[in-house]
């Protein structure tokens, strides 16, 4: 998306229905607050005999009267003054602290840091209520120092907020690279990490309004507000007073309170939709998704039909697949009709640079496409069956019949698990081995991926295992079930080249040894030449060229496979003079 | 021969703790980088070689030893010298989605130097800026993400070149893109340095990569040079077991001529696995 992000949120604000309501109801109160002096039928505490608990909709008053015959509407419409100013003072006091304070410990971090997190934890730990009743014991009703001083019990919890924030904010690259450029810290923190924060302040902020409305009532109706003036707390707890004469009158207050405490908590959500929402698509509606797929449908009938001619021992086909996604209101067709096949023992490269679409095919044949990604055709066969047309089929075959080997070895294992629980636990998820049979399994196996003592690495957490040995933990996981054909997504990208050159070594065995088929995605041609039996090469979702990997190197055919492999030549070694 | 741009001495860097409880990141590390050369510090991950270019740039604590600029020791100098140094010493990240903030315009992100620095006519300047780097010009009014990773990495490149600095330091600046941006990439390089006699500090796992760009290359392993010399010597002659070990393990875009790298390799006596 090409949107303006500043002037973007509040127009997506608006278009969200939810935060539109919202935002249109805070704005009507603070014009009621503004213009009640105007707008307010009678003064806050003009009586009228007449108007003493009187019921809702006399003339004259619209709400009802209060006790002392004072207009509910009214003292309604002046109080929300209290409330608003009771919401500035909070926010001011605790934006200015909090935010202030938490820019400073998360960029210098030290004493400071230690001692500013020390007094919020402190704060944080007092209840907050019992704290104002007890300053009310010096100041006497004072709603604003009231205000105040709550203002300041809620500071840490922009404190922590921001010092977190910024805490993540000071270790990216632009920062660094502010400082080289010689900004002095005043411009870095104004400049590049401020602006961090800005969008989690903003949303902390209408819960933290809402938590202000609830104590400014709260303690007026305690009775420790000011009894003289009006506010929306002091209405209810004078209404309450006069409950058994005038019922209803306990409604409204108790209606106003609630429902701007609920505008505030709602459109603190509808902000963090909006603010925290990715520049990535999202998925469709599934009317929508069945309506794209059912149109795509009806225009491959006329292509497909397209059969290659497959020999017996191909294990995996892949069919005229077509990915797309959806992209700001249209859909973009990344994968343009892609046919591959597998044989056994074979090693299939997918090259292609970002962008090419490898990817999507690989996670394609595994069934693990993003959410909103859409298949508009094709069809991925293993053994007769059409993984893609039968979801039952697609799980029924992953991790058994077809396995992975990601990309990054550390995230893909659970940092909480130990690996000979999370191997056992994948293992077992797919056979019917006991616990003892899948141990036996896993540590002959472990042997075989080239780590030496099996039985310690398998009680060891992943943090304390190197990258190289987590992509061995992991290509000992995708091969555990015996399955027929192996996609592995860059499986050496994350790797050092001396650790790569040993797990392109191990992938060679495997295949060997056990007859199995596997995908390689990679962008690296040497890789490909270690590695691969036939190539092909992708370009904007569409397989250009597929030859065996001699020929393809020898005589490539395309312009494209002629530039990757020039670019890749010019950044290659020369020969060691022996 | 002149005295060295930038002198490194027995450098020692160590983080966390005192004592036993540190980790040393760099153990004695020395070499000399002349104005104009490229010199390349190759190293895999954990050697130690982001950490000197971030001991140069003042971005790592020096535990001991000394860094020299121009003669004048740079290492554990105040905020104000180092604001200073800016304008002689810059740097490339490795990671061009990173190193630009998404909330800034090019046209802001390449001012911010020049603006720091007090130097005048910020636009003008931001304009030659893009033309160096084979950007257009309207690019300045435009944000990082409407840009692909090599053309991100040209306006990094272009962030460093702003105040023309002596000596940049190039961390992995081309090991997140694609090969035919890299190549690309690599080009504009070496073209900056013939047009501005810039020298580089080049970082890079990559010893294919530092081959073609450098005049020396430095081989690091566990935070000590185990090697270093001219390019060529370096990659045609290694002298040092480590970096014939390094070479052998990169694969080439060469079925036939991998082959027999690999053979070869199997036949070097294995360091222990992983």
Partial sequence: ?578 | MTQPLLQVRDLVVRFGGRGKSATTVIDGVSFDLASGETLSLVGESGSGKTTIGRAILGLAPVTSGSIGFRGQTISGVSRARRRELARDLQVVFQDPYSSLNPSMTVGDILVEPLAAAGVAGGRARVRELLDAVGLPTDAAARYPREFSGGQRQRVAIARALALDPAVIVCDEPTSALDVTTQARVLRLFKDIQQATGVAYLFISHDLGVVNQISDRIAVLHHGKIVEIGDARQVATAPRHEYTRRLHMAAPVADPAKQRERRELRQALPAEGRS
Avoid at chain 1, 89 to 106: D, F, N
Avoid at chain 1, 259 to 274: K, M, P, Q, R, W
């Fill in chain 1, 1 to 578: 998306m090409t949107e303006n992000p500043r002037r973007g949120v509040l127009v997506r604000l608006l278009r969200n229905p939810q935060g539109a309501i919202c935002l249109v109801y805070l704005l009507l109160v603070v014009l009621v607050a503004v213009t009640s002096p105007w707008l307010a039928p009678t003064g806050p505490s003009v009586t009228e005999l007449d108007a003493t608990s009187a019921p809702p909709f006399t003339a004259g008053h619209l709400l009802g009267g209060d006790g002392a015959g004072r207009d509910i509407l009214s003292r309604l419409m002046w109080g929300s003054r209290q409330t608003v100013l009771a919401c500035l003072i909070i926010l001011a006091v605790s934006v200015v602290t909090g935010v202030l304070s938490g820019l400073a410990a998360g960029f210098y971090r030290g004493r400071f840091e230690a001692g500013a997190s020390f007094v919020a934890d402190v704060i944080m730990s007092l209840p907050g209520v019992v704290l104002l009743i007890a300053l009310y014991a010096l100041t006497g009703p004072n709603i604003p120092v009231a205000m105040a001083a709550f203002g300041l019990i809620l500071a840490p919890t922009y404190y922590r907020l921001v010092r977190s924030v910024v805490l993540g904010v000071r270790n990216e690259l632009y920062v660094d690279a502010a400082r080289v450029v010689g900004l002095p810290d005043l411009r870095i923190v104004g400049r590049h990490v401020l602006w961090a924060v800005r969008a989690p302040v903003i949303i902390q902020s209408s819960f933290v309004l809402a938590s202000g409305i609830g104590i400014e009532a709260g303690i007026s109706f305690l009775g420790l507000g000011d009894p003289a003036a009006a506010s929306w707390g002091i209405v209810l707890q004078e209404s309450f007073n006069g409950i058994y004469n005038n019922p209803t009158a306990v409604v409204w207050p108790a209606l106003v309170i609630s429902l701007t405490i609920l505008a505030l908590v709602l459109l603190g959500n509808a902000l963090s939709d909006v603010l925290q929402a990715s520049a990535r698509s999202k998925p469709l509606s599934p009317r929508a998704r069945r309506a794209v797929l059912k149109a795509a449908r009806r225009e491959e009938v006329e292509e497909d039909s397209i059969l290659v001619g497959s020999s017996d021992d191909v294990v995996l086909s892949i069919r005229a697949l077509r990915v797309a996604y959806p992209v700001g209101g249209e859909i973009r067709e990344v994968v343009h009709g892609v046919d591959l096949d597998v044989r056994r023992g074979e090693i299939h490269g997918l090259v292609g640079e970002s962008g090419s679409g490898k990817s999507q095919v690989a996670f394609s044949t595994l069934g693990i496409l993003p959410r909103e990604a859409l298949i508009l055709g094709g069809s991925v066969l293993l053994g007769g069956d059409d993984l893609l047309e039968d979801g039952v089929k697609m799980r029924a075959a992953r991790g058994r019949r077809i396995a992975y080997v990601p990309q990054e070895p550390m995230s893909n294992l659970d940092p909480s698990f130990t690996i000979g629980k999370q191997l056992a636990y994948g293992l077992r998820a797919v056979t019917s081995l006991s616990a003892q049979q899948a141990r036996e399994r896993l540590v002959e196996l472990l042997t075989r991926v080239g780590i030496n003592d099996p039985g310690r690495v398998m009680g060891l957490y992943p943090h304390e295992i190197s990258g190289g040995m987590a992509q061995r933990v992991l290509i000992c996981g995708a091969v555990a079930a015996d399955p027929d054909v192996i996609v592995a997504d860059e499986p050496t990208t994350a790797l050092d080249v001396t650790v790569q050159a040993e797990v392109l070594e191990l992938l060679r065995e495997l295949s060997r040894e056990r007859g199995l088929a596997m995908i390689l995605v990679t962008h690296n041609l040497g890789v490909v030449a270690d590695l691969c039996d036939v190539v092909s090469v992708m370009k904007e979702g569409r397989i250009v060229e597929r030859a065996d990997v001699e020929t393809l190197f020898e005589s490539p055919r395309e312009a494209y496979t002629k530039e990757l492999l020039s670019s890749s030549r010019s950044v290659e070694l020369m020969e060691i003079q022996p």
